[in-house]
């Protein structure tokens, strides 16, 4: 069945060369989940969908056909182009990772939507970049079904990640997460620099088996620009 939407809300992702002047272009949008496009004669020297079609951008979109790859139809930007620089770059390019490689196309997920959104003017700031972050692990990975279940925990115990049991009590000489940490970030309440450490241990665990074994690029660039391995 051929498919028409006229003007859907949608972020730029990813784009990459397609045939001699053309561009395939990876969109998250708010009521059509992951949708890809042809960007047809975006190569063109002076197409204004080169400048338009970058990371980031906000759209207003419409495409047109039958098979899972669409012709795009029209582009205009929605609200001014979203410049991330330096550290706020490449977590924005982490994000964009994490719904290519987690979210099935055309599964819409409008609540995480909106989360990106909040992430991106966040990166944009540059002033609570781990917040961020940690919330939007936390929303994606609830959208997905994977929600943090908190509702046993007490704050004065400690906790461990089982993958088939999910957060299991400790003994009190072993040593784990606090649970008063567990349940900040339920509430994603990041001001503590032991919180974001914790959140940022939890959430590599669970993010771990859903993406599998092919590492992130965007960690890898990560890691190459601090000259370290490990981020």
Known sequence: MEQRVDAAAAY???????????????????????????????????????????????????????AELKNLRSAEASETSCMLQGRSLLCGLYLNELLQRLLRPHDPHPRLFVYFRYALNELKLAQD???????????LLEQLGFALDCSTLLPQEHYCWSEEQGLVGLAP???????????????????????RRTAKQLMRLRLAPLLGEKPLRSRELFMKRKGTRDD
Request: hydrophobic letters at 40%; aromatic letters at 8%; proline letters at 6%.
């Open 173 to 195: 000489t072993v040593a784990g997460w606090p649970g008063e940490h567990l349940l900040a970030i339920e509430r994603d309440q990041y001001d503590d620099p032991d919180v």
């Open 12 to 66: 730029v992702l990813h784009t990459r060369p397609y045939r001699e002047t053309s561009l395939l272009v990876d969109l998250f949008t708010l009521e059509h989940g992951l949708v890809s496009v042809v960007a047809r004669g975006a190569r063109k020297p002076g197409s204004r969908l080169r400048a338009l079609l970058q990371p980031f951008q906000s759209l207003q979109v419409g495409w047109q056909g039958r």
């Open 129 to 139: 970049i781990e917040g961020a972050l940690r919330t939007f692990e936390r929303q």
